[in-house]
Antibody, heavy 116, light 112 residues
Framework: QVQLVESGGGVVQPEKSLTLSCAAS????????MHWVRQAPGKGLEWLAV????????YYADSVKGRFTISRDNSQNMLYLQLNSLRAEDTAVYYC?????????WGQGTPVTVSS | DVVMTQSPLSLPVTLGQPASISCRSS???????????LNWFHQRPGQSPRRLIY???NRDFGVPDRFSGSGSGTDFTLKISRVEAEDVGVYYC?????????FGGGTKVEIK
């Protein structure tokens, strides 16, 4: 069965960096685009970034463009999100997601808290 | 960027009664390929979101047929024909037509 398992979250100081990982299994990872979505405490969902199946294209939300970088390693079935220059408003649960017309899968999320 | 606006913010419903959630986009969601990429998600407390509907009106596998989606252009609706206890939580619409993608603010469904 499809599994997406995020890791790498934690408490980090403002202006510091963090890299989140998403381990994928149960499907042909290299064939599908991958997304990151976050949810601040008590708030709604915010789409962050997408990367094409072969890594050739990436799109970002305006709120994270220039600070966050999405990447993938198809040989390891891994998705990454590098978070730089972190701010208090980046505090959220970060989800990875893969979707097509036929299916839509989310991980359980990894929490990131930006605090001094 | 496309702004997705949901209403109402909160929806108290009686078990067995219908419920309806509206979602409006700031621009047409008709893609150049002719499809309209409007999805609906349900999120229970402490859980990851689950997609219910894709491309306006297509139910995902395993989604009960009491859920239906409709609409076109900029106006969309999610309907629950008879609300059950397991339907509580927050519902989100999301557009997948224009970059960057965007979610509505959510509608919290609770039982009266």
């Amino acid at each position: 069965q499809v599994q997406l398992v995020e890791s790498g979250g934690g408490v980090v100081q403002p202006e510091k960096s963090l890299t989140l990982s998403c381990a994928a299994s149960g499907f042909t990872f290299s064939s599908y685009g991958m997304h990151w979505v976050r949810q601040a405490p008590g708030k709604g969902l915010e789409w962050l970034a997408v990367i094409w199946s072969d890594g050739s294209k990436k799109y970002y939300a305006d709120s994270v463009k220039g600070r966050f970088t999405i990447s993938r390693d198809n040989s390891q079935n891994m998705l990454y999100l590098q978070l730089n220059s972190l701010r208090a408003e980046d505090t959220a649960v970060y989800y990875c997601r893969t979707t097509t017309a036929l299916f839509d899968y989310w991980g359980q999320g990894t929490p990131v808290t930006v605090s001094s | 960027d496309v702004v997705m606006t949901q209403s109402p913010l909160s929806l108290p419903v009686t078990l067995g009664q219908p419920a309806s959630i509206s979602c409006r986009s700031s621009q047409s969601l008709v893609h150049s390929d002719g499809h309209t990429y409007l999805n609906w998600f349900h999120q229970r407390p402490g859980q990851s979101p689950r997609r219910l509907i894709y491309k306006v009106s297509n139910r995902d596998f395993g989604v009960p047929d009491r859920f239906s989606g409709s609409g076109s252009g900029t106006d969309f609706t999610l309907k629950i024909s008879r609300v059950e206890a397991e339907d509580v939580g927050v519902y989100y619409c999301m557009q997948g037509t224009h970059w960057p993608l965007s979610f509505g603010g959510g509608t919290k469904v609770e039982i009266k």
